[in-house]
């Protein structure tokens, strides 16, 4: 083989390095085969002594790596070292084999516990805020307005002090644990209570109470003129009328857990209810005008028209509580050591295939020393 073939050969070889480096690889060969031929020796005798221009690139390229790695020592360069090295086929395949599982399951081992340390700084910081902001109300916060127009009927609920109150229907009223009842003309109401029924009504201008228990008469105080007071807890059911057409009625249900329900409706056809617990707090709530309502109950909304049905689902942080969260804040811990576990094990292998690496290295060098004093 010529120098120019040898040359040209090699510089292929080599295509892979910077072109300054090539460059500087092919003037040393240059220059070390002109010495050569300028001292006696045969071209071709020369060429051969050099080797495979291939086998020789993947020894110079070995060495540029490791020298590109002993300046900027990243793990991305040391692989590229060992790299070379395989392709010189002084890293038996018993060896590559293991050592390429290793590094993919070493990888495999980053990408989980650094998922589960990012899961568990998200469930951290979920946590953390429902902590610092409390979790979402119980009590519906929202008024329902019912009927417009002049009269006004509307239902208002004060979630915070609990008091109920039924603008321009001052026949009810909810003040503390008591209902405040007040009798007009053209109103009447019927009340079932622990004692037995009461209808309160007005006759000739005056207050009638009809009841057939003398216990069931006691329960009323009286409050005024043609006003009375009854204990909450003792009302299982009421419904009152007004001469303006609306009707408002309730009735108290269970027994361990007891929880009263509203039914409020005007004279035009509009209603609305809703459900309070036994501590006075609004758990579900319904409005109905005609063909379209609206619905909420359970953290969903239902919205429906003549046309349309939209069901909307709240998330509900609550469902996160138990053994779901201690899952959640879990994987933080787990996460963190895994990460540690695997710096530990990257700093063994680091120093393992740094020291393989200068060992394989020196071989080479050597190799090349002894071909060129050959």
Known sequence: MKQDAFIQQLRHELRSLPKEAVDEIVADYREYIGDAIAAGRNEEDVIAALGD?????????????????????????????????????????????????????????????????????????????????????????????????????????????????????????????????????????????????????????????????????????????????????????????????????????GRDNPSTIWSIAGDDGKTASFTEDEHGKTTGAAVHDGPASVAIENGQIAIDTANQHVHIVASDINALSGYSSRASLAMLPIGIAGLLFCIWLTRITWRALARYVRRQIGAISASLERDASA
């Not at 490791?66 to 090295?85: A, D, P």
């Not at 392709?87 to 293991?98: D, W």
């Not at 321009?168 to 029924?197: E, M």
């Open 53 to 253: 221009p291939a086998r020789l690139a993947r020894e110079l390229k070995a060495q540029a790596n490791y020298r590109r790695w002993e300046k900027r020592r990243s793990f991305g360069n040391l692989m590229r070292v060992v790299g070379s090295i395989a392709g010189l086929g002084l890293l038996h395949l018993v060896l590559l084999v293991p050592l390429m599982l290793y590094m993919l399951v070493l990888t495999a081992g980053y990408i989980a516990s650094g998922a589960l340390t990012v899961a568990g700084l998200v469930a951290l910081a979920l946590f953390g805020s429902h902590a610092l902001l409390g979790k979402p109300a119980e009590t519906a916060p929202f008024s329902i307005h019912l009927f417009d127009g002049s009269a006004g009927d509307a239902k208002h609920r004060d979630a915070r002090h609990g008091t109920l109150t039924l603008d321009d229907i001052d026949a009810l009223k909810v003040v503390g644990d008591r209902y405040r009842l007040t009798l007009d003309d053209g109103t009447r109401i019927s009340i079932v209570t622990s004692a037995g029924p009461i209808v309160l009504r007005v006759q000739d201008g005056k207050p009638v109470i009809d009841t057939p228990s003398e216990a069931a008469r006691k329960l009323l105080t009286p409050d005024g003129d043609a006003a009375f007071t009854i204990a909450r807890r003792d009302v299982i059911s009421l419904e009152l009328h007004t001469d303006d057409g609306d009707r408002v009625s309730l009735a108290r249900t």
